[in-house]
């Protein structure tokens, strides 16, 4: 388990981590989340100790965090760090010796990861010579190539098209199922809800929310209620909803959490035919947003 406890970090007048906390645990997939700025990569950073804090405190399986344990962990940076004119098989192996493989294992775990994430026929070419979906799979070998016990990545999934997210979140599901602990940044919610088992909203340099996907969908002060007419020029609005979007006839609310789904029902019943009917706590990307609200 992976805890991050009061984290303070300031560059001059900004602060960039704020007594900032989290717990990543075994097995699990926590994505962390933010504005831009917020303060995630800083916090990832500390992990590896690339950022000097000035004040908290990161443990390990409840041990603070050194260069020994690093050993074994795998971190996938925003700014990716491959050298361009390296061979991507030889740039894993070599990765994975200074994890402390030996040449035959490094050789062995290059091969099978990259192959494991389409690259088995791009191994002799150059880095440089890989597309920029294909180098973002090639960082990603060289952050599992060593089997580590946690995963820090950042923004992992940025710029891969469809099938190269789907090769990608396989592959970290499968880590986590196999008892890997899993920390991940990400701006594309929809991803992360479809992916994570937990989830940390940092802003500010402050983790505002905190905990299971299910349970801070469920605590958001909020419910998303839909609601399709067959006729798309009812005017019917919910009260004290607050209009999301109108597509096809569908329209989309936020409501108070309190508010009664049966009472909704019959009340756009009585406007006009009901064609579509929902009522459920809201997506991330809508708890996202109240929380990070100014």
């Excluded at 905190?210 to 609601?227: C, F, K």
């Excluded at 067959?230 to 019917?236: E, F, I, L």
């Excluded at 959490?257 to 009585?270: R, V």
């Amino acid at each position: 388990m992976l805890e991050l406890a009061g984290l303070v970090k300031r560059y001059g007048d900004v602060i960039a981590l704020d007594a900032a906390g989290l717990v990543a645990r075994p097995g699990r997939i926590l994505g962390f989340l933010g504005p831009n700025g917020a303060g995630k990569t800083t916090a990832m950073r500390a992990v590896f100790g690339l950022v000097a804090l000035d004040g908290g405190s990161i443990r390990w399986q409840g041990r603070p965090v050194d260069r020994a344990m690093r050993t074994r962990f795998g971190y996938m940076p925003e700014q990716r760090g491959l050298y361009p004119k390296m061979r991507v098989a030889n740039q894993v192996t070599w990765l994975a010796r200074l994890r402390g493989l030996s040449r035959a294992a490094a050789q062995r775990s290059a091969r099978a990861t990259l192959e494991n994430l389409g690259l088995g026929d791009r191994l002799g070419d150059r880095v440089e010579a890989l597309s920029h979906g294909n180098q973002q799979r090639a960082q990603l070998a060289a952050c599992l190539v060593h089997d580590p016990v946690l995963l820090v990545l950042d923004e992992p999934f940025s710029g891969l098209d469809p099938m190269g997210v789907d090769t990608m979140a396989a592959v970290v599901r499968t880590r986590a199922a196999a008892g890997a602990t899993v920390l991940f940044s990400s701006h594309q919610l929809d991803l992360v809800e479809d992916l994570c088992d937990d989830v940390a909203i940092i802003d500010r340099g402050r983790v505002v929310l905190a905990g299971s996907l299910e349970e801070v969908r469920n605590r958001a002060p909020q419910r998303r209620l839909e609601v399709a007419f067959a006729d798309r020029n009812v005017g019917w609005e919910p009260a004290d909803g607050a209009l999301l979007r109108e597509r096809d006839g569908s329209r989309v609310y936020l409501v108070p959490a309190g508010s009664d789904p049966s009472a909704l029902l019959a009340s756009a019943s009585a406007a006009g035919k009901v064609s579509g009917f929902a009522f459920a706590p809201p997506r991330l990307s809508e708890v996202f947003r109240e929380a990070v609200a100014p």
